[in-house]
């Protein structure tokens, strides 16, 4: 009980101590709250120890977490609790006023803050007992929610177990923890990798984490210095960074060091290696699984692989009738194991989950040694430094803009981020095709959706590529932005 187990950079809870702050939340919801077994809850904030505890609250009062990113508009806030149905939010005080336009009416209480309708004070008024409901290993535990092509979000559930097999298979066989281990990363608690990397792996193995709200990468190493951090899951753009700020020596505690949510460069995994002494455990995984499915560490690792199945994890790579594929020849990778796909009424299920295969979107190889080797994604998701996001999203939010008549947006290959989000625009008649046009739309795309989103280029065209039936040909901008790069690095 007297272990530390959640850290921020001002306070320590002891394992005790989230024991007693999870009852009395858990006490909160279910008895000032009404929260009844099944019953949806989500959450929104940075991470802090007070989310930590409300997912944790929310899971022991037989609820289902719904946990969401903090920076969230309203617009997209509206379209999670949409699909979602949560019946109350707990919300960092922070974050309250853009739920409360995305989100009116509903049920909201703030953590974080001070008065007597905050739940620090509403928690002080409850003993620190509290009997969890006996839930089952299939009952749901927790919905995420992932952008799709489209734009339109999808919903992943996930049961009880499927929260202690992401721990016992990625966690158990790769990071292989210790209850001395210091965990800590960048990933917000509402991605899943996050959600893992953070908090389940670490409360599974008896160790400790460190959440951060907020850090650049510099930032980030003097924490890992200051902390003692052993164990760190980031995406390969921190890696790069940190190393560029000249902080490698603040990582020498580090044992353990997880890439996911990009592709990660073997010249990143090389450079770090040369500088720290570490092999970055390269993973791929996806909200629909949960968290890793294919990765490897230390002498397995082939720099440049994504790495072998996870034990607990079969994976093949298949053509578009369903087929399995001869090594070396690219297709698209399916998955199959403790966890899976099960998306809340969407019809995109019978797309993801083929003949019992997760079909993940991704295109692989798989070599004669069974380790497979990234390609590119299989659709128009964009991954730029570890997040996710959906080029028509994007497209709609500059469309809301007055001066813009057209519009497609792309993932550009980028050295630094790996790809960055790049607009072509057809303006107007009349607007200016200027720079300064171009930081308005950047600042307008920022203020309706969320800023890790905004496109980092906007190229100003006559007209988009199209089909003769009128669809926008995205592979020729694509083309057109690779062979840009190459013209301004060759």
Avoid at 106 to 114: R, S
Avoid at 148 to 176: C, E, N, W
Avoid at 406 to 430: H, K
């Amino acid at each position: 009980a007297d272990r530390p187990c959640l850290l921020s950079a001002t306070e320590t809870w002891t394992y005790g101590e989230t024991v007693r702050r999870t009852n009395q939340l858990a006490r909160v919801l279910t008895e000032d709250l009404g929260l009844r077994p099944g019953n949806r809850v989500m959450l929104r904030g940075p991470n802090t120890p007070w989310l930590a505890a409300a997912w944790l609250a929310v899971i022991k009062a037989g609820g289902v977490a719904v946990t969401t990113m903090a920076l969230l508009r309203p617009r997209e806030i509206a379209t999670i609790v949409g699909l979602t149905e949560p019946s109350l939010v707990l919300c960092d005080h922070r974050f309250a006023a853009d739920l409360a336009a995305g989100a009116p009416g509903l049920t909201a209480i703030t953590y974080g803050g001070d008065g007597p309708g905050d739940l620090a004070a509403r928690c002080a008024a409850k003993d620190g007992t509290f009997t969890p409901v006996d839930t089952a290993a299939d009952d749901v535990a927790m919905l995420a929610s992932t952008s799709g092509t489209t734009g339109q979000p999808k919903v992943a559930m996930h049961f009880h177990r499927d929260v202690l097999a992401t721990a016992d298979t990625f966690s158990r066989y790769l990071i292989k923890p210790h209850r001395s281990d210091v965990f800590t990363g960048t990933p917000p608690l509402g991605f899943t990798y996050g959600l893992g990397g953070l908090l389940l792996f670490p409360l599974r193995a008896g160790a400790s984490t460190l959440l951060i709200e907020r850090a650049t990468p510099a930032e980030l190493a003097d924490a890992i210095a200051a902390h003692g951090v052993t164990v760190l899951s980031t995406a390969p753009t921190a890696y790069r960074a940190m190393l560029a700020a000249g902080k490698a020596p603040a990582l020498k505690n580090l044992r353990r060091c997880v890439s996911a949510g990009e592709h990660l460069p073997q010249s990143v995994w090389e450079d770090f290696r040369q500088a720290t002494g570490l092999a970055i455990i390269d993973g791929i995984g996806s909200t629909e699984m949960l968290h890793i499915f294919i990765a490897a560490a230390d002498g397995d690792i082939k720099p440049g692989s994504t790495g072998t199945a996870v034990p607990g994890y079969r994976a093949t790579i298949l053509d578009e009738r369903g087929q399995e594929v001869p090594d070396g020849q690219p297709g698209r990778l399916a998955v199959q194991g403790p966890t899976g796909c099960r998306y809340l009424s969407d019809e995109r299920q019978r797309t993801y989950v083929q003949r019992g295969w997760n079909i993940t979107g991704d295109t692989y190889i798989r070599d004669a040694d069974g380790y497979f080797w990234y390609q590119a994604r299989s659709d128009d998701m964009i991954i730029s430094a570890g997040y996710n996001i959906a080029g028509p999203e994007v497209e709609e939010a500059l469309l809301g803009h007055p001066d813009v008549l057209e519009v497609a947006v792309i993932g550009a290959p980028d050295p630094g981020r790996g790809m960055v989000v790049q607009a072509y625009v057809v303006l107007r008649e009349g607007a200016a095709a200027d720079p300064a046009k171009a930081a308005e739309l950047q600042d307008f795309t920022k203020a309706s959706i969320a800023p890790y989103k905004y496109p980092r280029v906007i190229e100003f065209v006559s007209e988009l590529p199209k089909t003769i039936s009128g669809k926008t040909q995205r592979y020729r901008l694509r083309q057109m932005a690779g062979a840009k790069l190459q013209a301004r690095s060759g």
